[in-house]
């Protein structure tokens, strides 16, 4: 049960557009089409941005996309805004378990 | 609207034991899986366990196995996490999430804190 890959941190300007990577393996991610993605920002608790790879859930913008691709997942945000500031972890489903990426601080420039 | 509130937390010596409560309110709690998810201080989040709609599926980590157990109560609409051989590694925030499909989290609690220290 390790946990996926993400890159520690990512960042852009206001309005610019960013996407974050997801590493699993076969047994994870590139297994099934259960990877989602979740919001955090500080003290608070997480909120899901995507799920089943690229669904977004009612309330949250078009601005956030999801794709896979093999063993990789992505998480793209376009036209971004200061609120998007926050971690965001991404989840795939491995069976009879979950797995989480150790998390993304997306800073608006 | 839907409501997750978690109880139970606070401080524990190594070894000893605690049990988490996650009561849910505006669903119908019976139709859907549950599960817990941790964060530890300053650090990302971490699947611990999770249980179906109707109780009679249940999975942990591996970090957890054999000191955790998740169960639940649908006629008090209430999760719960059993939680033995407590150790300094399990000092976190414990989640409570809703389950939507293929180990999506889509609604989760405020949380609630464990400290495990000598």
């Known amino acids: 049960q390790s946990a996926l890959t993400q890159p520690p941190s990512a960042s852009g300007s206001p309005g610019q557009s960013v996407t974050i990577s997801c590493t699993g393996t076969s047994n994870d991610v590139g297994g099934y089409n259960y990877v989602s993605w979740y919001q955090q920002h500080p003290g608070k608790a997480p909120k899901l941005m995507i799920y089943e790879v690229s669904k977004r859930p009612s309330g949250v913008p078009d601005r956030f996309s999801g794709s896979k691709s093999g063993n990789t997942a992505s998480l793209t945000v376009s036209g971004l805004q200061a609120e998007d500031e926050a971690n965001y972890y991404c989840?795939?489903?491995?069976?009879?378990?979950?797995?989480f990426g150790g998390g993304t601080k997306l800073t608006v420039l | 609207e839907v409501q997750l509130l978690e109880s139970g937390g606070g401080f524990v010596q190594p070894g000893g034991s605690l049990r988490l409560s996650c009561a849910v309110s505006?669903?119908?709690?019976?139709?859907?899986?549950m599960h817990w998810v941790r964060q530890a201080p300053g650090e990302g989040l971490e699947w611990v366990s999770g249980i179906t709609s109707s109780g009679t599926g249940t999975y942990y980590a591996d970090s957890v196995k054999g000191r955790f157990t998740i169960s639940r109560d649908n006629s008090k609409n209430t999760l719960y996490l059993q939680m033995n051989s407590l150790r300094a590694d399990d000092t976190a925030i414990y989640y409570c999430?809703?389950?939507?499909?293929?180990?999506?989290?889509?609604?989760w609690g405020q949380g609630t804190m464990l400290t495990v220290s000598s």
């Open positions: 999430a809703k389950a939507l499909v293929g180990g999506t989290f889509d609604i």
């Open positions: 505006g669903l119908t709690f019976s139709t859907y899986g």
């Open positions: 989840s795939s489903y491995a069976g009879s378990s979950n797995l």
